[in-house]
């Protein structure tokens, strides 16, 4: 018999084990892939998950995999460039092959039993509501709780018919791949991630394991019919805007596949229930272009250790508040326009002041609240319009 079993072993489900183990819980987790294990997904982990894992001892682990640091960011709007470090904290890029193992084996070492391999068919329920998991091979395992770390088609939610809270259509196709010898901006010193949006496209290129760039773009969903006639012609002739990018990565060479997909659902659940709660995508999946997605998982599985070993009965409300205002700010950047009027002015503003710039990275690192944030904007624009009339 275990207190928990967390279905998923990925940065939601790995991590939450792990946290409820070191707490002193009976937890099982499985997964059906075996570890080290990739998946579709690029990888910047944003300061404020780099953060939770330096203070679960794990981000050693990832630095003796020769993990990168992102210390500086240059976005580049088009019109506008915003350029400066964090307000708190580095961003890295691991590779899901090895991030991924890293939680698995801390949630191993905390004292989680962890099976690899394992199918979840369907739930076990008892009169109090969902009571434990069935494997595919018919095995039954019973716990009072049972966590769905499941991933954005989770089978948990679907079986406790967890009910939509926000559903907005996918948006954007998305590819992605992995360059060697990619030279670095000329513009910095240090090594920057690079983010561009251009009208109807966003790209990004992060450094990454083994001296890769990580290379991704992104265009409306609706194109999906042309860009995958061509997947790479379309992705170079997208770097071709974005300065001299298209010409770095073209005098690399591309090491692995090209991934595409346009799998990028915007969907929040309800994520508590009776015997079930839900952690990561399983909960709320949002589309990679604020790269949220891993700190979210990490900072869920915080939240839960919290409620079910901290006997807190808030994760819903917490959960919510944490993450819908950059739910509805990533929905709106996935729609690839260009930013028009006050927004427009306002990009212009926040660009031309470090401090402001540092805020404006800082709520897409998870270390600054959207809320307070929105709080600051009246004082950039007014800085700007004094800008304006001493120029
Ligand atoms: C193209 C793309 C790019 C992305 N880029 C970024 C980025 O740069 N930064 C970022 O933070 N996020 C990014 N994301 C999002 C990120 O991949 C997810 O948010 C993150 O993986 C969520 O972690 P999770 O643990 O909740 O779920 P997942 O990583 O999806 O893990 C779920 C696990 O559950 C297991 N599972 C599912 N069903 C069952 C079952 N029935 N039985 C047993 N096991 C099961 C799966 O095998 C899987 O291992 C990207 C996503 C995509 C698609």
Not at 182 to 210: C, I, K, M, S
């Amino acid at each position: 018999m275990y207190d928990v079993i967390v279905v998923g072993a990925r940065p939601a489900g790995a991590a939450t084990a792990m946290l409820l183990a070191r707490r002193g819980l009976r937890v099982l987790a499985v997964d059906r892939a075996r570890f080290p294990s990739d998946t579709l997904s690029t990888h910047q982990v944003q300061p404020s998950g780099t953060e939770r894992l330096r203070r679960w001892g794990l981000l050693d682990r990832l630095l003796a995999a020769g993990t990168p640091a992102t210390e500086r960011v240059r976005f580049d709007l088009g019109g506008t460039v915003l350029q400066g470090r964090f307000p708190e904290g580095v961003l890295y890029s691991p590779r899901r092959t090895v991030l991924d193992a890293i939680l698995v084996d801390a949630a191993r070492e905390a004292g989680a039993e962890v099976r690899e391999g394992f199918h979840v068919a369907g739930l076990v329920w008892d009169d109090r509501g969902v009571a434990g998991i069935r494997g595919r091979d018919g095995t039954e395992l019973r716990a009072p709780v049972v966590v769905g770390a499941d991933g954005k088609h989770s089978l948990v939610a679907k079986e406790v018919a967890a009910p939509v809270q926000r559903n907005v259509a996918p948006r954007t196709v998305a590819s992605y791949a992995y360059w060697e010898g990619v030279e670095h901006w000329a513009g910095g010193e240090q090594r920057h991630g690079e983010l561009y949006h251009r009208p109807g496209r966003a790209v990004a290129a992060f450094p990454t394991n083994d001296g890769l760039t990580m290379v991704y773009a992104a265009a409306p969903i609706d194109e999906f019919g042309t860009w995958r006639t061509d997947v790479e012609g379309h992705l170079l002739a997208t770097l071709d805007q974005c300065g001299d990018l298209g010409e770095r990565v073209r005098a690399g060479r591309r090491v692995e596949r090209l991934r595409t997909t346009v799998d990028l659902p915007n969907v929040v659940r309800r994520a508590q229930g009776p015997g079930w709660f839900l952690a990561g995508d399983a909960g709320l999946v949002m589309d990679p272009v604020t790269a949220q997605g891993i700190g979210n998982a990490l900072a869920d599985a915080e939240l839960l250790a919290e409620t079910i070993a901290g006997g807190r009965t808030d994760y819903q409300r917490r959960r919510d508040a944490a993450r819908l205002p950059i739910f509805g700010l990533t929905t709106g950047l996935a729609a690839l326009r260009p930013a028009r009027g006050l927004n427009a002015v306002l990009l212009k503003a926040i660009a031309r002041r470090e401090a402001s710039t540092e805020q404006f990275l800082g709520v897409f690192a998870g270390t600054v609240p959207v809320r307070t944030f929105r709080r600051s904007v009246p004082r950039m624009l007014v800085q700007r319009a004094r800008g304006w009339a001493v120029a």
